[in-house]
Nanobody, 121 residues
Framework: QVQLVESGGGLVQPGGSLKLSCAAT????????MGWYRQAPGKQRELVAL???????NYADSVRGRFTISRDNAKNTADLQMTSLKAEDTAVYSC???????????????WGQGTQVTVSS
């Protein structure tokens, strides 16, 4: 079983920066993608950023240009660097790891427990 452990959340002022880190208990090289999702109170969970095993990344429109996702398979981590933070970025951020398990495209995925990010003055 794989466990994902997030760290780096906290309280930051608008315009500030935070770096979230996701550490996996097994090699991240086995995952076809790793991503960060967030859920604000009263809202659905949304994809923030995703990075594939080949290093291609995708971002939500709301964070593109401000957030950067990276992964280090040697350290078994996936990080999310967040800059120019806004109040609307306040949410619980969760790490996700996904692996395709058959030719039909079925996947298995793992989630971290989440870390709170609060952007407020």
């Amino acid at each position: 079983q794989v466990q994902l452990v997030e760290s780096g959340g906290g309280l930051v002022q608008p315009g500030g920066s935070l770096k979230l880190s996701c550490a996996a208990t097994r090699s991240t090289s086995r995952f076809d993608s790793m991503g960060w999702y967030r859920q604000a109170p009263g809202k659905q969970r949304e994809l923030v950023a995703l990075i594939t095993s080949s290093g291609n990344s995708n971002y939500a429109d709301s964070v593109r240009g401000r957030f950067t996702i990276s992964r280090d398979n040697a350290k078994n981590t996936a990080d999310l660097q967040m800059t120019s933070l806004k109040a609307e970025d306040t949410a619980v951020y969760s790490c996700n790891a996904r692996r395709v398990i058959n030719v039909e495209g079925a996947t298995i995925e793992y989630w971290g427990q989440g870390t709170q990010v609060t952007v407020s003055s």
